[in-house]
């Protein structure tokens, strides 16, 4: 390990990994997702076009690439997988800007900013339909299975979170019911997917469910944090945003319960006023090791709880990594 200025930095030193272990594969499914999302319609191209550009992290690809990687499978069943989970990723994010009425994705103009809500809707469908294309080329029922039931839970636990949008009284319980569904439960289908076209027993199988559960937890929970105190220029998002869009997330929940900070917090909540600078108070080192570090910890759980699932897997370059996912995950400034 180099020392100093040339130390690598532990996100790179993970890529580089994944790059080394996955990099064909990887690069097979951008194909596949450049080959599905080609529409012969000049207008609805325009739109697909900057979106799939936009690319994101490709976590869930990863994950099903990774989860079928302990056994010799259907290689290219597993690429079309892969490819599918990101566009059903791209479609709920495009649902879920015009839900939230975002104007940026990923520090870009959201769709619905640029066509309207109607044209963003659409274009959304258009990559679950694409996405199931691919899951039907798989000729496996099961996929169908896992993911339809993956997306009807997305689906519930996107209402559930309007439902209770500026809500001060929600509970830790329907927060975590929530972030199972908005992202736990597709992290837990990707895993599950992979496995399953690995041919692994069942046992393993749901190891690997339960992986991508907690990891899936802890990702949201990380991500919530970040909203708080996260870099805008990193993130791609102004700091608290979700607060000004009503979602209620765990470190929020935590702060209205804290005898000093939670009266601040619901009279902001109470006046609708999110300006950046009344949002500060987040941000004292006093709010920052208090409800918000115990937040931090609840993600650390659900990610020290992942890394247990894979301890009954072999010990390969694959669990390696997925292990490292685990860590990373509490680690990402994005």
Same mark, same amino acid.
């Given at each position: 390990?180099?020392?100093?200025?040339?130390?690598?930095?532990?996100?790179?030193?993970?890529?580089?990994?994944?790059?080394?272990?996955?990099?064909?594969?990887?690069?097979?499914?951008?194909e596949i997702i450049l080959d599905f999302t080609v529409s012969g319609v000049g207008a609805i191209q325009e739109m697909i076009t900057p979106v799939v550009q936009n690319r994101g992290k490709r976590l869930r690809p990863l994950l099903v690439l990774l989860s079928g990687g302990f056994e010799e499978g259907d290689r290219g069943a597993l690429r079309r997988t892969a490819a599918a989970v990101e566009?059903?990723?791209?479609?709920?994010?495009?649902?879920?800007?015009?839900?939230?009425?975002?104007?940026e994705r990923r520090g870009k103009p959201s769709l619905n900013a640029l066509y309207g809500n109607c044209p963003a809707v659409l274009t959304g469908d258009y990559f679950f339909a694409r996405a199931f294309e691919l899951v039907a080329l798989c000729e496996n029922l099961d996929l169908i299975r896992i993911f339809t039931s993956a997306i009807s839970t997305m689906c519930e636990g996107e209402i559930e979170q309007s439902r209770n949008a500026f809500n001060c009284a929600m509970s830790e319980q329907q927060y975590l019911r929530?972030?199972?569904? +908005?992202?736990?439960?597709? @992290?837990?289908?990707? %895993?599950?997917? !992979?496995? =399953?076209?690995?041919?692994?027993?069942?046992? /393993?199988?749901?190891?690997?469910?339960?992986?991508?559960?907690?990891?899936?937890?802890?990702?949201?929970?990380?991500?919530?944090?970040?909203?708080?105190?996260?870099?805008?220029?990193?993130?791609?998002?102004?700091?608290?945003?979700?607060?000004?869009?009503?979602?209620?997330?765990?470190?929020?929940?935590?702060?209205?319960?804290?005898?000093?900070?939670?009266?601040?917090?619901?009279?902001?909540?109470?006046?609708?006023?999110?300006?950046?600078? +009344?949002?500060?108070?987040? @941000?004292?080192?006093? %709010?920052?090791? !208090?409800? =918000?570090?115990?937040?931090?910890?609840?993600? /650390?759980?659900?990610?020290?709880?992942a890394g247990k699932c894979l301890h009954e897997l072999e010990r390969t370059p694959v669990r390696e990594i997925l292990e490292k996912l685990a860590s990373y995950v509490l680690q990402r400034d994005k």
């Amino acid at each position: 390990m180099l020392s100093g200025h040339n130390k690598i930095n532990p996100e790179h030193e993970l890529q580089l990994e994944i790059a080394t272990l996955l990099g064909d594969e990887l690069l097979a499914v951008e194909e596949i997702i450049l080959d599905f999302t080609v529409s012969g319609v000049g207008a609805i191209q325009e739109m697909i076009t900057p979106v799939v550009q936009n690319r994101g992290k490709r976590l869930r690809p990863l994950l099903v690439l990774l989860s079928g990687g302990f056994e010799e499978g259907d290689r290219g069943a597993l690429r079309r997988t892969a490819a599918a989970v990101e566009l059903i990723h791209t479609a709920s994010l495009l649902h879920d800007d015009v839900i939230d009425v975002a104007k940026e994705r990923r520090g870009k103009p959201s769709l619905n900013a640029l066509y309207g809500n109607c044209p963003a809707v659409l274009t959304g469908d258009y990559f679950f339909a694409r996405a199931f294309e691919l899951v039907a080329l798989c000729e496996n029922l099961d996929l169908i299975r896992i993911f339809t039931s993956a997306i009807s839970t997305m689906c519930e636990g996107e209402i559930e979170q309007s439902r209770n949008a500026f809500n001060c009284a929600m509970s830790e319980q329907q927060y975590l019911r929530c972030a199972y569904g +908005k992202t736990a439960v597709l @992290l837990e289908a990707c %895993c599950e997917a !992979g496995a =399953l076209l690995s041919r692994l027993h069942q046992d /393993a199988v749901q190891q690997l469910k339960q992986y991508g559960r907690n990891l899936g937890m802890a990702f949201q929970i990380t991500d919530d944090l970040l909203d708080i105190w996260g870099n805008p220029a990193r993130t791609g998002k102004p700091a608290g945003s979700d607060l000004r869009e009503g979602t209620i997330t765990l470190p929020l929940i935590y702060i209205l319960e804290d005898p000093y900070w939670g009266e601040r917090l619901r009279e902001l909540i109470r006046r609708r006023d999110f300006s950046v600078e +009344k949002l500060t108070f987040m @941000l004292d080192p006093a %709010c920052r090791n !208090g409800p =918000l570090a115990r937040a931090r910890q609840r993600a /650390a759980t659900f990610a020290l709880q992942a890394g247990k699932c894979l301890h009954e897997l072999e010990r390969t370059p694959v669990r390696e990594i997925l292990e490292k996912l685990a860590s990373y995950v509490l680690q990402r400034d994005k």
